[in-house]
T-cell receptor, first 114, second 114 residues
Framework: GESVGLHLPTLSVQEGDNSIINCAYS??????FIWYKQESGKGPQFIIDIRSNMDKRQGQRVTVLLNKTVKHLSLQIAATQPGDSAVYFCAENAGGTSYGKLTFGQGTILTVHP | DTEVTQTPKHLVMGMTNKKSLKCEQHMGHRAMYWYKQKAKKPPELMFV???????INESVPSRFSPECPNSSLLNLHLHALQPEDSALYLC?????????????FGSGTRLTVV
């Protein structure tokens, strides 16, 4: 299940399940969004991105959905594998005079059980 | 070469020491970034360099001094740090200074201030 509190939200799933990780972003002017995976001791690794003129984008086993009305992003991972266990961050590029500035969401810990 | 390389991977320094973190990319990217990441937190932007010039400083204390000697190299000079500055320091680069074609992150330098 999913929990939110003083700690990072966590999501535990069984291998083979589909996972959905959610993210609320803050800046209505943001026009570019990225999902990153971060494993322990490593830097963020690009998963998939989406621009504000789209509401859905698919990659290999991953889909990102963007709802600009409620400023919400989600990452769907199909057939989740133990190697998908990591912390997942959404990030937004604010655009405008803050071009280049990438702001990260708080992150979600995904644990995949064999 | 499609990587951002950071050195050293680990650094332990005393509060009176002066040290430097190094970041290098050979992808021809025109913007480079320093992020700080505390445990179980998202990366937080510190500095942005666009075309080798400092374009964003997120009110970082002067004990952190960035330098961009050329388009491939980014340094972070450290002096008189505090134990609370212990963190993972991440470097990133982007092809466009807007960041709208994505960012590449290094694996980080794990800094411990004693």
């Amino acid at each position: 299940g999913e929990s939110v509190g003083l700690h990072l939200p966590t999501l535990s799933v069984q291998e083979g399940d589909n996972s959905i990780i959610n993210c609320a972003y803050s800046n209505s002017a943001s026009d570019y969004f990225i999902w990153y995976k971060q494993e322990s001791g490593k830097g963020p690794q690009f998963i998939i991105d989406i621009r504000s003129n789209m509401d859905k984008r698919q990659g290999q086993r991953v889909t990102v959905l963007l709802n600009k009305t409620v400023k919400h992003l989600s990452l769907q991972i199909a057939a989740t594998q133990p190697g998908d266990s990591a912390v997942y961050f959404c990030a937004e590029n604010a655009g405008g005079t803050s071009y280049g500035k990438l702001t990260f969401g708080q992150g979600t810990i995904l644990t995949v059980h064999p | 070469d499609t990587e951002v390389t950071q050195t050293p991977k680990h650094l332990v320094m005393g509060m009176t020491n002066k040290k430097s973190l190094k970041c290098e990319q050979h992808m021809g990217h025109r913007a480079m970034y320093w992020y700080k990441q505390k445990a179980k937190k998202p990366p937080e932007l510190m500095f942005v360099y666009s075309y080798e010039k400092l374009s964003i400083n997120e009110s970082v204390p002067s004990r952190f001094s960035p330098e961009c000697p050329n388009s491939s190299l980014l340094n972070l000079h450290l002096h008189a740090l505090q134990p609370e500055d212990s963190a993972l320091y991440l470097c990133a680069s982007s092809q466009a200074v807007t960041g709208l074609y994505g960012y590449t992150f290094g694996s980080g330098t794990r800094l411990t201030v004693v």
